[in-house]
C-alpha cells in the first residue's frame, strides 16, 4: 500500500541555520505530494505541494522538489526562525480522478529552533 | 476568513461513557475526514463523506466508533463505550471536492 518515511526528529536548529528534513514515498501511480505544519495546540496547515515530477513547491521561504527518480520530497529552508518551531508532516494523495482523495501521513518531524 | 471548527476543544471522560464529537466544515466544502493522532500511530485516517454520504470509513473501529453528517454544516463522531486506548487527538478536515483539505484545531479526547 501507499506509504510515506520521513526522518525522525526530533531536529533541533540555531535561528539562520539551514534546514532539510528528507521525506520519500511508495505509491502506485503519480500521487500528488504535501507539507503540512502543526503549531503547538493546532490543528495542520499546509505549507506546499507538488503535483507531478519536477514540480517544485514553496512557501513562506520553504522548498520541496517532486522526485519521481529518487520517490523523494525533500523539505528545505535556508535559514530558519523559532517561529518555525513546530510539527512537519510529510504526505500524498493519490489522483482525484475516480481515485481516493485520501491523505497518507508520515509520522511528522518535530523542529526546534532556538535563538 | 472560512475555519473548520471542532467542538469540544478538550474531552476528560471516564471509560464507558459515550463521547460525542462534533464539525462544522467549511461553507460550500462537500468533503468532510475524521482523523485521530496519537503518538503511537501517527495520524490515521478514520472515515470520510462527500455530500453527507460515507465513503470509506475502513480506518474506524465499527463497534464501538460511528460517524454521520445530519446535514451539510455538521459532521459528528461517536464513540460508544469510550476506553482509555481511544485516548488522542482528533481531527475533522474539510475540503471542496478533489481540493485541500483544511483541517479543524481538534478535539483532545482522555477517557480515563
Known amino acids: 500500500g501507499d506509504s510515506v518515511t520521513q526522518m525522525e526528529g526530533p531536529v533541533t536548529l540555531s535561528e539562520e541555520a539551514f534546514l532539510t528534513i528528507n521525506c520519500t514515498y511508495t505509491?502506485?501511480?503519480?500521487?500528488?505530494l504535501f507539507w503540512y505544519v502543526q503549531y503547538p495546540g493546532e490543528g495542520l496547515q499546509l505549507l506546499l505541494k507538488?503535483?507531478?515530477?519536477?514540480d517544485k513547491g514553496s512557501n513562506k521561504g520553504f522548498e520541496a522538489t517532486y522526485r519521481k527518480e529518487t520517490t523523494s520530497f525533500h523539505l528545505e529552508k535556508g535559514s530558519v526562525q523559532v517561529s518555525d518551531s513546530a510539527v512537519y508532516f510529510c504526505?500524498?494523495?493519490?489522483?482525484?480522478?475516480?481515485?481516493?482523495?485520501?491523505?497518507?501521513f508520515g509520522k511528522g518531524t518535530k523542529l526546534t529552533v532556538n535563538p | 476568513d472560512a475555519r473548520v471548527t471542532q467542538t469540544p476543544r478538550d474531552k476528560v471522560t471516564e471509560m464507558g461513557q459515550e463521547v460525542t464529537m462534533r464539525c462544522q466544515p467549511i461553507?460550500?466544502?462537500?468533503?468532510v475526514f475524521w482523523y485521530r493522532q496519537t503518538m503511537m500511530q501517527g495520524l490515521e485516517l478514520l472515515a470520510y463523506f462527500r455530500n453527507r454520504a460515507p465513503l470509506d470509513d475502513s480506518g474506524m473501529p465499527k463497534d464501538r466508533f460511528s460517524a454521520e453528517m445530519p446535514d451539510a454544516t455538521l459532521a459528528t463522531l461517536k464513540i460508544q463505550p469510550s476506553e482509555p486506548r481511544d485516548s488522542a487527538v482528533y481531527f475533522c478536515a474539510s475540503a471542496p471536492q478533489g481540493g485541500e483539505q483544511y483541517f479543524g484545531p481538534g478535539t483532545r479526547l482522555t477517557v480515563t
Open positions: 507538488a503535483t507531478k515530477a519536477d
Open positions: 505509491a502506485t501511480g503519480y500521487p500528488s
Open positions: 504526505a500524498l494523495r493519490r489522483g482525484t480522478q475516480g481515485g481516493s482523495e485520501k491523505l497518507v
Open positions: 461553507l460550500g466544502h462537500n468533503t
